[in-house]
C-alpha cells in the first residue's frame, strides 16, 4: 500500500532548484551552439530530452525505500567494478580515451555510474561500522580500497576528471565519519607523498595540462589557449554581461568547448557577474540543501547517502568552475546539470532523486 505521507512530504524546493539549474544550462546551450550548422538534432535539444529522461528517473529512484540499497549496494559496487575492467579490456576508443562499451543501442560509460555506485557503497560500509570515536588506519582499509580501485581502474582509460571526483567524494565521506587525530596526520602525510609520486603516473597531455595552468602564457596557441580564452571570455562579461548571444568569445568562435566544460565562461560573458551570481547561490542551495537533507535523514545510511551526493554536486562545481577561471588545472570535468552531456545529466538527477528518496521518507524509522 502507498503511504500517503511520501506525496505530502515530497521535497519540491530541491526538485525545483535542479531543474531551475538545468533549464538556464539548456538556454545558455542554445545561445552558445546556436551558429553550429547540422543536419543533427540540435545539441541544446538533445540536452532538453536528456532532463526530462532524468526528471523522470530522479521521481522513479525517489519512489521505491532507499534502505533497500543498503541490502545489495556491495553487489552493484562489484558488477560496476566488473565494468570497469570490461572497458580496459573491450572498450570503445574515441578522442585517444577508453571509456565506454559499446552495447549497440548506446554507449555505456561505467565511470559516470561509478560516481552514484560509490556513494552506496560507502554509505553501507560506514552504516554499518559507525564508531564514535572515530577510525583508525585498519577501519580505512576498506573504505580506501572501496574508492582507491575504481580511481585506478578509471584513470587507466585514462579519465583523471572522473577519477578524481571519485577520490574526492571517498575522502569527503571518510572525513565526515570521523577519523583519529593521529591517523589524520599520518594519513596526510601520505597523501602529499602520493601527489608528489602521483606526477610521474600521469600521461604526458596530463602533465601539460598541469603546467599550462602553472603558467597558460608559455604555450598561448597550445596546452594554455583553453585558459586563456575562458579567462578573457568571463572578464569581459563585466557587471551585467554583453547580453544574450552577444559574446564575442563564444560566439566568435575563440571560446573552445563551450558546450561542455566552458559552458560556464559563456554564461559569465553573457549575463555578466550579476548572472554568475545568481547562478552560483543556485548551486549553492543545492549543496546546502543535501547537506540539510542529510542532517535530518531518519537512519545512519540515509545521512551517508545524502552526505555523499552533496559531496559529489560540491566537487563537480568547484572543479568545473576552479578549471574555467584558471584556478585549476584543466581536466574535463562538466558542470552538474549545465554542461552538454546525457551521461552527466543522467548522473546528477539519478544523484537528486536519492536526495529526494531520502528527504521524503525522514519521518519513518
Known sequence: MFDRRLLIHFDWPLLLLVIAVALIGI???YGATASWSSMNLPVYLKQAWWLGGGILLALAVSLFDYRHL???GFIL????LLLLLGVLLFGKTSMGATRWLDLGVFNLQPSEIMKIVII???????ARQDTLAGYDFKGLVVPFVLFGLPALLIMRQPDLGTALIVIFIGLTMVLFAGIHRATLVGLSALGISAIAGGWFLLHDYQKQRI???LNPESDPLGAGYHIIQSKIAIGSGGFFGKGFMKGSQSQLAFLPERHTDFAFSVFAEEWGFCGSLLLLTLYLLIVIWG????RNAADLFGTFLAFGVSALLFWHIIINLGMVIGLLPVVGVPLPLFSYGGTSMITSMLGAGLLLNVSMRRFTF
Open 291 to 294: 547537506i540539510y537533507v542529510a
Open 211 to 213: 603546467l599550462s595552468f
Open 70 to 72: 543498503q541490502h545489495f
Open 27 to 29: 538556454v545558455n546551450l
Open 77 to 80: 559496487y562489484g558488477l560496476n
Open 120 to 126: 552506496i557503497a560507502l554509505a553501507c560500509y560506514f
